[in-house]
Each structure stands twice: as structure tokens, then as C-alpha cells.
């Protein structure tokens, strides 16, 4: 089913001769280039309404992708997990009116095909990281994938999660550090921004940011948006929803669109302050 | 998919009323009854030849349920993997030699109907306890369950993950501790024994204590054993190779034979120190 | 004011040709010899009439020491801060009335003389561990040292901490394992009882278990206790007070006569399980 | 020794009406103004001309306090301790020729008196956080108190020893991150950088970030600068060296003058990005 090869780790992810740099393209927009992208919706699509609402607003205030889940995983299995393929269709039809590229989630190999017709980038959540059949299976696609770390992993962790990816055939990978378990209570997870300097020096992939999940906090987004910008990051991901406190999931780390666009004029002159444009 | 009750997180494993215990029996073997339950075996299948000499030496060492993995998650895409139903056939080989029941970990939803061919006890990895999809399929088996703790899980987490099982129809599920992460540097995992008094507390399901990877060590897995014995756990899952030095996966935290006897004859009397047979 | 050696770390401490077991004796009682020694008494001492009742329902449950803190760290300001010298005498006479040695905490250099006149033996606690001062005043009396390890403190800078008082010339050491922070919310710290073998490998000091502080969960502490004496602990530290919830502090993780006694009786059978005597 | 009063936690370091942000002033220097501050120079003052030219250099690169050790905790005790009150006159002399003033470390209450003849700010280290008897008496003191986090110190526990300065009558007090355990192994402690939102939602107290300790890996270091002053740092403290693999201490993770600068350089725009002067 693999190849064993015991004397490689992460050889394909690793920088090396040519490889220093690997810049991902969905439509109009690069991830890992020299500009900074900026990747926002709500955690869960609720609705057509929504979904389009809060893309056009997000839009507006500069944002580069729409993210938003259609297939959800839920820590109790009692919770709304998503609309499934009808989510995936409010996304696309999302898409087609502000032309925002489309991140979701996909959770299990046999859902990759659908997935695959509506989504621009899969993305794998955090407790999927060392789910190694998932891993293969979007290995085979020629969808970029967007790797969330997972909150105990390693850096060589991750890193050998990627190269599950790339070993399949696929090299597009964003990599998204979302937090990590710690004894602190005043977040929900650690936002660990070392990482961004370490993996730049390690990886030619890109590295994104989620403050929302990287805290759990609201008030404390915008601050660590614009750290996870100083710190070196390609991007963030940000969830923004039009009445946080009413949204299906995720309500404590979500922005409203008035926190939003602060974020975004906040973040625009630190961005530019490391040398990047956006 | 799923029904939507937010109102319980999970009821169906935690104690209530009549429901104090539950005892799973597979083949002459109890756990969580008034016994304690030794599962032994190699982290991976590696021959017949080696499947079967293993659970003959654990059986006469005293071991209950036999372990061996067919299907392996490795952190490295390079690595074996396990030999796939062959593996299954090998273990199914080595219990009908000896006696001993099978457990053996399922990475899927699509492998769950070939390992349920085999196994006795599917075992879900610390990697997939939040795998929704493969616990929803193994919720659909009438095979007990094995839920290994993931190295990030609170308690919580855990038992959400157990509710997705037994939400789906099956109740036989055993909680497995392996270890945590955390700023030790002296063994892989922290393993947290208090965990098997608060979920004795909390949960009418068996816990047993995995000391192999819950220390990372070979020369703690005795002393550790013994302590998750006298904490109250209803059993322990170890790993046991013929030279454990070259064991394909595992060799610092598997012991050989000689330690699994002295493993096993040093457990006896602090089991019944604790009221338990053995 | 210390000599410089950068080559040798912890050398004093290491288990080495004929080193290989530091015995502590105290009055009558031997920590880290053959039998396994229990300490017990309230977390402060409140009042002369509390603390000789304690003593006395100590004594008679089978403890070997008494434990009392007339001098206490707080972690807010405002609190109950201990009796002071007051303290000590009240410890010494219960000392008097029941032949309990005392142990106790010193918190700072220049407290050493008064806590000498009265204590058996003194207790660095954790906030305290590498209070290098403290230590080196420590290291210049002829009592026995306790010392706790910080919650945050690798084997090596436990280990460290330990040398100081050794190399100031007493390598009359207890070692204390009282629990880590982790992510885990199910007990206050986390107790790490894989530390037990791990210093039995390395050092000739001896060991002993506070699973009181350990879980900081009163429930827990006899499975906890037990679990610490079968991984090979020399003895353990636990609090108990006549009336848990009124205790002035540490109420969540002090035990009542009636558990101590319990706790006692449940002790004996896993210590004599593990070889040793109580 | 200490009032007495179970109401109250930390209200003294609390915002609160009118006390909403404490600027604290040594020299021409402020800290928690509309200004940014940076405190730089060796871990350890090794000798005159060592700490004269660091403060030289550091003054010319834009730093505008020197920091150094005279009083040096170390894990193990056979290290190099510091030069004791004349490695203090050497930071005096250094301050006399470049006019920086000084903050330097305190370790215990009999060296406070020494230490206050020549520092401008006491430092208080991580390892000390809850020495509350050293908290104590440098309260009694009129110079400003540099409080490091304890590695293992949840918010809360760091403002309650904040608080003991505090209710002693000193309010001049800035809180500096650190770096905390967790199991991440690409650096030598997390810096959680969301404590500096968290703590501006808290206290009036100033906060600054140590990235040289906080990562403990000298190539991340200027990355996680701007990442502190992004985040709303009021300043950061950095270790600097003429030959960083020369140094008596802490070499991985110390800069030389050329990155020193060029971190000043990089540094200076993203502070401004954020509405600050530097």
C-alpha cells in the first residue's frame, strides 16, 4: 500500500537545493508569494443566506479566501455537524458571487470526491493530522491541501504528516498552526508563533495562522492576527460570522464584521511592515 | 447523519442508576469484571512463525487477550505499515493455537469489516480518538471497542469520543491510558494515572493502562504497571517481543520474555493487594 | 561563594560504585530503607489543640512523621500565612506527646536557625525548588532536606537542585514528586509516578509521593497512594485534617481520620505486595 | 508579617477606574508609555570592557536599557555564579558612559540593599516568581520591579506574586513573558505571546517580552520580536553578546551586535505599524 523506505522522514517537505519556497495558486490568489492572504468565514455554513452574507462582507474588507465548514467534527457526537454536500454547494454558490476561492474541511477518504467538486482547498482539521488513510487520499487529488497542526504535535510530527501528502503526489500544502495543549487557562489552546520562524527554516511550504482557534478568545484575535503576521506568516484564518454570540459553533473565538474589518486595517500596516504586501 | 440533542454530552457513558459496570466478555476472558485482564502481544505483526511463539510465551506467562498490529499508523510515511489482512490471518492463526483473544487496531471505516473478520476487540490508535467517522463505524459492529486516550485528551474529549460509539449502539468499549504529552523528557508520554480513579468516578466502562507507550521506556514498564494495578485499573496492555531490539516499531518500550514474566509475577500480588483476581 | 566545576552537574546525587541507596534516619524512623514511611498532617498547623489531635489520629492510623506548615507560601497576598515560630512550637509539642518526628517548611534563608531549632526535617517546597540560596542555607544544617519538585522541573533541574545541597555538604535529601502542570483538568496538578523508576535508576536518594498536592482532589488520593507505593516510592506525604472543608487551606485535597484510616489499611497490603514493610 | 484579608486577590494590580495604565520612569526612560523599550546586553557581566562595550553598542543600535547579571541562578551549582556586587559597579560604570540605566537580577532579600545601591529596576527571575519573601522585600524598596513569569505560572498566579509587590507599596511593577514548559522540542520554552492581550485587558501594569529565553534559539529570536511588539508588547528584553558562542551563559540563544541591529532595524517599522514610538 506504501513504499517502506526507512532512511527518509520528510525528504519532499524539507528546503533544499531549488526548493526553498513552494507558492500555492487558487484562482487569483497565492499563498506563500510575497503577498499575505487572509482566509475568513464562519466555522460552520448555516445557511445559502449566510454563507453569501458573510462572503460579500468579508470580501469588502479584504479578505482572500472563504472558509467555512460543511462537514463538521464535533468533540460530542450530539451537535449540528454540517450540512454535508448541500454546505458544499452554498460555498460554491458563495464563490461564484464575490469569486472569493473556497477552504473546507473534509474528514474521511470516502467523502474526497465530493469535497473535491466544490472545494478549492481541502483542509484538514486538527484532530485529522495523523489520520494517515486521509492523508493519502488528498494526496491523490490536485487540490491544495491546508494541514492544520495537530495540538500535540511535534514539529517532525507535522512536518511527517505533510510529507504523507507529498509522497502521495501532491506537494500543495499549506501548513496552519492552530494552538496547541499547555497548562494555561486564559486561552482555550497555546498559540505557539515560534513555529513560523522554525518551519521557514526547515520547510519550503507556506504557513498560515488561526488566531480564532490559536486562542479561543475574541478580544485577543486581532492582537495575535497581527503577531502571527510579524512573525513571519504567509496568511491567516480567521472566523467571522455576522452574530458570533448566535452562531452554531465556535462562538467564543468569532468576530463579528465590525472586529473584522479592524482586524484588517490593523493588520495591513504590520504586514507591510515585514516586507509583504496585501 | 448524526441527530442534533444538544442538551447531553454523554449520558450514555457515564454512570447512572443501574448502570455502575460494565463487564466485557470475549471468549473465557472478562474485563472490567472482578478480574484483571493482561493483553500482551508485539506492537506489529511481523511473521507467523513470530505471532504464534509470542502468544504461546504470553499465554504461559499468563496473559489474557493477544495484541499485535496489522494495520500501523506510523508518524513517517516510510515505515512498514503492517501486513494488512495477512496480519489478521497470522493473529487469528496464533489464537486458535493458544486460546487468546484477539486485539488489533482498525485505522478506517473501510477496513472495519475486514478486521471485525479477525479480531476480537477492535482497537482505535490514540491518533484517530477523534476520527468521528471510524468511531461511527465501529459503533455499528457488535465487536468491543478499545478507545485508546489521545496524548492530548481531556477527560471530556475522551468520553465524547466513547459517547460517539456508544451513540451509535455499542456500549462495549474499553478506555485504554497512554500517555500525555507534556515537558517531560525523561519517558515519550506522561502517563496520568489519576485518570483511572476520576473515570471510575465518572464511567460505568473498564479502564485499562497501557504502560508501554504510556512510558516509552522499557525499564518502567514494570514499575508502571504495577502502579496502574494499584491505582485500580482493570488491566493493562503490554508489549512483548522475542528480541525486542529488533522489534520493527516499538523496541524502546517492549519488553521481552523474561521481563513479561517477572512483569507478570511481580503484578500478581499487588492485584490481589487491591482485591482483584488474577 | 561557590566553586566553579563545570564538568561534573549532578554527580553527588548520581548512584555511583558504592552509593547506591542514601538511608534517612530520623528518631525511629528510616526513609528510603527497607520499611515505607508515611507522612501526615494538616497542610497549616491552625491552633496547638488541632495539630496534637491530628498527631495523635496520625500516629494511631499508622503515620510515622507528622507534617504542618507554620510557615506557608501563598499564592495571593491576603491569605493565612502560618503561626511562625508559634507554629513550630505547637509541632514540637505534639512532637512530645506523640514521638512523631516533624517535617516542615522553611521558606527562606535567614528563617533556617528557627525552623532548625524545632523541625526534623525541613521541607523546601515547590515554588522554592530552585531558590538557590535556600538551598545552599539548607545544605549548612545537619537536618535531613525534603525536597518537593517544582511543577515545571525536568529530572535534570530537580536533579540540580538536589546537588546544591549536597555539594554544600548534607546529602541527607528526600526527593518529593507533587505533581506537573499539563494540559489536564481532571486534578489540579498532574502526578507523574513514572518518575519513581526513573530516579531509582539514577540517584541513591530516596523517594516519596505527596499525591495529596499530587491530584489536589481528595477523592483520588488513596487509589494515587497506593499506586505511588507500587511503583517503588519510599514513602508518601499526605494531608489530613479533622475537618477537611474547614481547613484553612488546601481543603480540595485533604483527607478526613476516617479516609486516612482507610487509606492506611488499603496501603498496607500493596506496600507488602512490592516487598517492603509498613 | 502580612495582613490578613481572604476578599481580595490581586485587586492592587488591577485595572480599575481610574487606574487604567501605569507608566513607570528610570532616567529619560519610560515604560508602558506611548514609547517601545527595549532592555539588551549579556546574560551574564562577564567584565568591565565586556559590559561597557555591549552598552555601547547596544545605546548606538537604539536599545535604551542594559541588562546583565551580577547575582546568576543556575540549574547546577558548579557553574560560574556571577561577579556578585562588583559585577554591579561594572553595570555602574557602563550606565556612567553611555547613560543607560540598569536592570539587573535580585535572588534573595539579604542581597536586595546591594542590589538597590546600583540597579535602576530589580529583576526578578523566572525560578523566583514565588519567592514571596524576596517579593516582600524589594516591595519595601523605591525601585521599579522587573517581574519574569514563572515557567509553570498560570495569569492568575503571576499577578497574585505581582500583587505581594504591590501590597508591600510597590506599584512599580512590569511583567515580562518568558516562555512556559510545554512538549514542544523546537524551542527551549513556549513564549505565549496571548498573554500580552490577556494582560492588557487585566492590569495596568506594563508587559514586556523576552524572545531570547522565550524561544532559547537565537535564530527565532528576531522573528519573535516583532511578534511581541505586534501583539502590544510595551518593550522587549534581548541578550546580547559581542561572540554569542563565547558567552559564560545562555549562548544559544544570545545575538551579536549585527543581529542586535539588524533586529533594531526590523523592528522599528512594525512597532510603528502598531501606533507606537521607538
Known sequence: ????????????????????KT????????????GFTVMAGPCTVESLEQIVEIAKEAKKAGAHL????????????????????DGLKMLAEARSQTGLPIVTEVMEPSDVDVVCKYADILQIGMRNMQNYRL?????????PVLLKRGSWAKLD??????EYIAAGGNEKII????????????????LSLSVV?????ITHLPIIVDP??????????????KAGAAAGADGLMIEVHPVPDKSFSDAVQTVGYEDFNRLMQELAPVVKAVGRNI
Open 212 to 225: 480564532s482557534h490559536g486562542t479561543g478568545r475574541r478580544n485577543f484575535i486581532i492582537a495575535m492576527a
Open 66 to 85: 472563504l472558509r467555512g465548514g460543511a462537514f463538521k467534527p464535533c468533540t460530542f457526537p450530539y451537535r449540528f455537524m454540517g450540512h454535508g454536500e
Open 1 to 20: 500500500m506504501y513504499e517502506i523506505d526507512v532512511n527518509k522522514n520528510y525528504d519532499l517537505v524539507k528546503k533544499s537545493g531549488a526548493k526553498q
Open 135 to 143: 492523508l493519502h487520499a488528498v494526496s491523490k487529488t490536485d487540490k
Open 175 to 190: 501548513l496552519c498552526e492552530r494552538g496547541i495543549v499547555s497548562f494555561e487557562d486564559h486561552t482555550r489552546w497555546t
Open 197 to 201: 520562524p522554525a518551519l521557514k527554516e
Open 157 to 162: 510530527e507535522w512536518l511527517g504528516a505533510a
Open 23 to 34: 507558492v500555492i495558486r487558487v484562482g487569483n490568489v497565492e499563498i506563500g508569494g510575497d
